[in-house]
């Protein structure tokens, strides 16, 4: 199994960004998938997922209304447009995925990982 998580760069403050992650070796659209993030020295943290069929999603609640995760079955790939990125959005993203049933925000309970992307955020 491989994820691969793309799509990170530097962006002002307020800007945009698409993240995009691709797997390979399973089959995608058995599994949740979910985004996270690390910034230096703080600990990994949830961020989005979205539920097999791509119907439902969840996000933390420091997100809300900026970002949006979707996912595209037929690519085996998943998404995390960002808008109005702020600076403590900055961090390595990763993207997950989750054999469980349902959307979950804790991180063991995900199987698989990607090498991770990261985000800078200039103020």
């Known amino acids: 199994v491989q994820l691969q998580a793309f799509g990170g760069g530097l962006v002002q403050a307020g800007g945009s960004l698409r993240l995009s992650c691709g797997a390979s070796?399973?089959?995608?659209?058995?599994?949740?998938m979910g985004w996270f993030r690390q910034a230096p020295g703080k600990e990994r943290e949830f961020v989005a997922a979205?539920?097999?069929?791509?119907?439902?999603?969840y996000y933390t609640n420091s997100v809300k209304g900026r970002f949006t995760v979707s996912r595209d079955n037929a690519k085996n790939t998943m998404y995390l447009q960002m808008n109005s990125l702020k600076p403590e959005d900055a961090a390595v993203y990763y993207c997950?995925?989750?054999?469980?049933?349902?959307?979950?925000?804790?991180?063991?309970?995900?199987?698989?990982w990607g090498q991770g992307t990261l985000v800078t955020v200039s103020s």
């Open positions: 997950a995925a989750s054999s469980r049933a349902g959307v979950t925000t804790t991180s063991r309970l995900y199987d698989y």
């Open positions: 070796g399973l089959t995608f659209s058995s599994y949740v």
């Open positions: 979205v539920a097999r069929s791509g119907e439902s999603t």
